[in-house]
């Protein structure tokens, strides 16, 4: 098991938000307020009566305010890609990590079925946190490895987006306007000027400083994607009720 930071106010956070959710059960016609807050979110109807297991984490990290770590999905494959590509994907569980099950017993992100919260592990057996199981309760279920394809670590997208480095954009005639100066001006004063601009662009980027000018990566899905992702998937990703076990 992997050792998690003291410091991982993610997990807490995320955590002490989906407890108190616990015993929630959907209503008639598989309708549940995680679809109903998705489906306004994306302004795609379909959702609010789709399969709810990652909207209900989507709807947690957002109450919680670490949808940037966590992310914002209806599709679990896509959902796990997401943190792949953050460099968030492991096959080591701790608590507070997304866990993705494949019911067919698969080990491919293509096959995954289903997510969870780990909240903790203890003797071999992985305690976790999942909406729409047993078909339509928000409980507890205590699970082995057999069927689970790999873990998502909202800490590790994280550090992922704090190393990251900047993209400082620096305007072009900061720099030109020493070799062209403009008539009446002081060329001293000019490389004075482009010597602090550069230096105060050095120190944004050694002490992590973000600026919104500056070019940062993020894990929210701003509402242009999430609309350009629903609509694709309306025709390829059509969430539907999968056979789950206890």
């Known amino acids: 098991m992997l050792e998690r930071s003291q410091d991982d106010t993610i997990t807490q956070d995320l955590l002490a938000v989906v407890t108190r959710e616990l015993g929630y059960r959907e209503k008639a016609g598989q309708h549940t307020k995680f679809g109903a807050w998705y489906a306004d979110l994306t302004k795609d109807p ?10 209900f984490i989507a709807w947690a990290a957002d109450k919680a305010g670490v949808t940037d770590y966590v992310g914002e999905f209806a599709w679990t494959p896509s959902h796990a890609r997401w943190f792949e590509q953050h460099d968030a994907w492991t096959d080591q569980p701790e608590p507070g990590a997304l866990v993705f099950f494949d019911w067919a017993g698969g080990n ?4 995954i079925d289903h997510v969870g919260i780990v909240e903790k592990v203890e003797n071999g057996k992985i305690h976790t946190i999942e909406a729409n199981v047993d078909k339509v309760w928000l409980k507890r279920k205590v699970r082995d490895e057999s069927k689970i394809v790999g873990y998502g670590l909202p800490r590790k997208v994280r550090e992922t987006l704090t190393t990251s480095p900047t993209t400082v954009e620096l305007r072009p005639d900061a720099v030109t306007a020493v070799a062209n100066p403009s008539p009446g001006l002081d060329p001293t004063a000019a490389v004075a000027t482009t010597v602090l601009a550069l230096a105060l662009a050095a120190s944004l980027v050694a002490t992590g400083i973000h600026v919104r000018r500056f070019a940062v990566s993020t894990g929210r899905h701003r509402r242009k994607a999430r609309a350009a992702a629903a609509a694709d998937t309306q025709i390829t990703e059509t969430p539907r009720r999968r056979a789950l076990t206890p």
């Open 46 to 55: 379909q959702y609010r009566n789709a399969p709810w297991c990652d909207m």
């Open 108 to 111: 491919g992100i293509p096959g």
